[in-house]
């Protein structure tokens, strides 16, 4: 979330920023503004009388022990409101406090100054375009019939089972789906991040540290006995893992990898557009995360980006790289690219991944700070990525692979799956 003071100093900024998001209850501001002149003069009130009663317990303490006690009976009879005063003060705060928090989580982040204004996913920015569109042969199929003339994906059984979009990944399918994992956790590994098994459950505080909560309550599947989540995305506890605690600025940045299935309710998705693999209620996802040092968090974004991007070319698949405008981006980025396979079955872009700053917005909610040489401790940046979510990425190897004698598997994957083809 954002803090108090940059708002309360920077109101015309925040205003400015919040319009390119399209925020629609730019009010907030100024009711945050004025709960905390509230808050900080009731808080001077508080200080103000409970030093008073302090100075004169202590006043009467002395003249107690030097048997003044008619004196100290005085000064006990004109500070005998003291204690109330301070028992309504004290609650005041604690009105005004939480009436400002719960103002203060509705704002979402503040986008950074290269991120445009724009309401819809058209209004994204292309950064660049890699690649052709694959070659098809005749008749090409789209992922969901090559998934079944192949055997390999069957979604009426996971219908059967559990519901729709829970799909059974079968036979040379599961072993693909394998492959991709070990495939993108050996290449994080490689690139400096620590491997990581985390809960695929959080509770509440965990969904508030990253902004799931309360956002995005309505898409977590929340087991509601426990009161706790199960995880839309590993984002939440690897970069919770830090949550309260201050790391030293020479261990930054702090570079984490972990795979785990993904759980997302999707309510209100259907149409074409979710078909077969497009949108599911639970897939297979390797997450990156990074906490950095403020100075050197968009330098880290853009690393990241060409990160994702070296997969993508591995995978030999035609993509591209938008940066989502303002109306576009999720409530807790600061500024986010996705990258896009082309689908050359479907002729539309599959995102396969989004990789994001969220500057100082989780780490406020986290307490997650860091502290340098001069022991000062200040909040950490933070960033994650999906290195990368599998099912668009399958449906993409499917589409763009096939041939008439079936399924190509890309080179790169073929030592992790042991067949060079799906026939």
Same mark, same amino acid.
């Given at each position: 979330?954002?803090?108090?003071?940059?708002?309360?100093?920077?109101?015309?900024?925040?205003?400015?920023?919040?319009?390119?998001?399209?925020?629609?209850?730019?009010?907030?501001?100024?009711?945050?503004?004025?709960?905390?002149?509230?808050? /900080?003069?009731?808080?001077?009130?508080?200080?103000?009388? $409970?030093?008073?009663?302090?100075?004169?317990?202590?006043?009467?303490?002395?003249?107690?022990?030097?048997?003044?006690?008619?004196?100290?009976?005085?000064?006990?009879?004109?500070?005998?409101?003291?204690?109330?005063?301070?028992?309504?003060? $004290?609650? *005041?705060?604690?009105?005004?406090?939480?009436?400002?928090? #719960?103002?203060?989580?509705?704002?979402?982040?503040?986008?950074?100054?290269?991120?445009?204004?724009?309401?819809?996913?058209?209004?994204? +920015?292309?950064?660049?375009?890699?690649?052709?569109?694959?070659?098809?042969?005749?008749?090409?199929?789209?992922?969901?019939?090559?998934?079944?003339?192949?055997?390999?994906?069957?979604?009426?059984?996971?219908?059967?089972?559990?519901?729709?979009?829970?799909?059974?990944? *079968?036979?040379?399918?599961?072993?693909?789906?394998?492959?991709?994992?070990?495939?993108?956790?050996?290449?994080?590994?490689?690139?400096?991040?620590?491997?990581?098994?985390?809960?695929?459950?959080?509770?509440?505080? $965990?969904?508030?540290?990253?902004?799931?909560?309360?956002?995005?309550?309505?898409?977590?599947?929340?087991?509601?006995?426990?009161?706790?989540?199960?995880?839309?995305?590993?984002?939440?506890?690897?970069?919770?893992?830090? /949550?309260?605690? &201050?790391?030293?600025?020479?261990?930054?940045? &702090?570079?984490?990898?972990?795979?785990?299935?993904?759980?997302?309710?999707?309510?209100?998705?259907?149409?074409?557009?979710?078909?077969?693999?497009?949108?599911?209620?639970?897939?297979?996802?390797?997450?990156?995360?990074?906490?950095?040092?403020?100075?050197?968090?968009? +330098?880290?974004?853009?690393?990241?980006?060409?990160?994702?991007? $070296?997969?993508?070319? +591995?995978?030999?698949?035609?993509? /591209?790289?938008?940066?989502?405008?303002?109306?576009?981006?999720?409530?807790?980025?600061?500024?986010?690219?996705?990258?896009?396979?082309?689908?050359?079955?479907?002729?539309?872009?599959?995102?396969?991944?989004?990789?994001?700053?969220?500057?100082?917005?989780?780490?406020?909610?986290?307490?997650?700070?860091?502290?340098?040489?001069?022991?000062?401790?200040?909040?950490?940046?933070?960033?994650?990525?999906?290195?990368?979510?599998?099912?668009?990425?399958?449906?993409?190897?499917?589409? #763009?692979?096939?041939?008439?004698?079936? &399924? *190509?598997?890309?080179?790169?994957?073929?030592?992790?799956?042991?067949?060079? &083809?799906?026939?």
């Amino acid at each position: 979330m954002l803090q108090v003071n940059y708002i309360r100093e920077n109101r015309e900024k925040v205003l400015e920023r919040l319009s390119i998001r399209n925020f629609k209850q730019p009010e907030l501001v100024d009711e945050i503004i004025k709960i905390d002149e509230d808050r /900080r003069s009731t808080q001077t009130s508080l200080d103000s009388i $409970s030093a008073e009663a302090n100075a004169a317990a202590k006043q009467i303490g002395d003249l107690m022990r030097t048997g003044k006690k008619e004196e100290a009976e005085e000064i006990k009879a004109q500070t005998a409101s003291h204690k109330e005063n301070i028992k309504n003060l $004290s609650d *005041k705060l604690n009105e005004l406090e939480a009436a400002q928090h #719960n103002l203060i989580v509705q704002l979402p982040n503040l986008p950074y100054h290269l991120v445009k204004q724009g309401s819809t996913a058209e209004e994204n +920015e292309v950064v660049l375009t890699h690649g052709e569109p694959a070659k098809l042969p005749n008749k090409a199929l789209p992922h969901w019939e090559l998934a079944a003339k192949y055997d390999i994906i069957d979604f009426e059984l996971g219908v059967k089972i559990t519901g729709a979009g829970f799909p059974v990944y *079968k036979g040379k399918g599961a072993k693909l789906q394998r492959a991709l994992i070990n495939f993108f956790l050996d290449h994080a590994t490689e690139a400096g991040y620590k491997e990581m098994q985390v809960p695929h459950l959080v509770n509440s505080a $965990s969904g508030f540290g990253t902004g799931q909560l309360p956002d995005k309550e309505g898409q977590m599947y929340h087991s509601t006995v426990d009161d706790l989540y199960l995880i839309p995305t590993a984002e939440v506890p690897v970069t919770n893992l830090y /949550r309260d605690v &201050i790391v030293k600025e020479e261990d930054l940045p &702090i570079k984490n990898t972990a795979y785990t299935p993904c759980f997302r309710r999707e309510a209100g998705s259907y149409g074409a557009h979710v078909r077969g693999l497009n949108r599911l209620h639970q897939f297979d996802k390797v997450e990156v995360v990074q906490i950095t040092h403020p100075d050197k968090s968009y +330098e880290t974004l853009e690393d990241m980006s060409q990160y994702v991007q $070296s997969l993508l070319k +591995e995978l030999g698949l035609h993509y /591209r790289v938008l940066r989502l405008c303002g109306g576009d981006m999720g409530f807790t980025s600061a500024m986010t690219y996705d990258m896009e396979v082309w689908s050359a079955a479907q002729e539309r872009w599959l995102e396969v991944s989004s990789v994001s700053n969220f500057e100082t917005y989780q780490s406020n909610r986290l307490k997650l700070r860091f502290k340098g040489k001069e022991g000062k401790a200040q909040l950490a940046h933070s960033l994650n990525g999906s290195a990368l979510a599998l099912p668009r990425i399958v449906a993409s190897i499917l589409e #763009n692979y096939q041939t008439e004698d079936g &399924i *190509k598997i890309p080179e790169a994957l073929v030592k992790y799956t042991g067949f060079d &083809i799906i026939d």
